[in-house]
């Protein structure tokens, strides 16, 4: 079977089953790379460069965020935490954009991200 008819078999059939299209393109190059001898790379080649980059903390760490993202939007954490702050903060002039910034600043306290901004700011000389 050749490698074109492989990735339009994998891709309509992950589209007919609801898979979203970011997804199916994935999954269907993958099913190409496996199946096919494309200009001689193997399945074991690829699976090596799957596992490889499932290693890496970086990589994992954004679906993972914006998993944590989905839980707090769904469960309603980040309502109440805007509503929270906005209780405090919302009657001064620009209320809504500092309760924005400050909601913001406290789930990046909450999820460690606040850190990776540090060397932004200049240290003040002593």
């Not at 190059?29 to 080649?45: K, N, P, Q």
């Not at 699976?47 to 970086?58: E, F, H, P, T």
């Amino acid at each position: 079977m050749s490698g074109l008819s492989v990735l339009a078999i994998v891709f309509v059939g992950l589209l007919v089953l609801g898979v979203p299209i970011g997804v199916s393109v994935g999954w269907s190059m993958i099913a190409v790379a496996l199946f096919t001898d494309v200009h001689g790379v193997t399945g074991e080649y690829v699976y090596r460069n799957i596992a490889s980059c499932l290693d890496s903390y970086v990589i994992l760490a954004v679906p993972l965020f914006i998993f944590c993202g989905v839980v707090m939007g769904r469960g309603g954490i980040s309502k109440r935490l805007f509503d929270f702050f906005g209780y405090f903060i919302g009657n001064i002039t620009a209320g809504l954009q500092a309760t924005v910034v400050i909601t913001c600043r406290f789930y990046a306290t909450l999820d460690m991200t606040g850190y990776g901004q540090l060397p932004l700011f200049p240290w003040p000389e002593r």
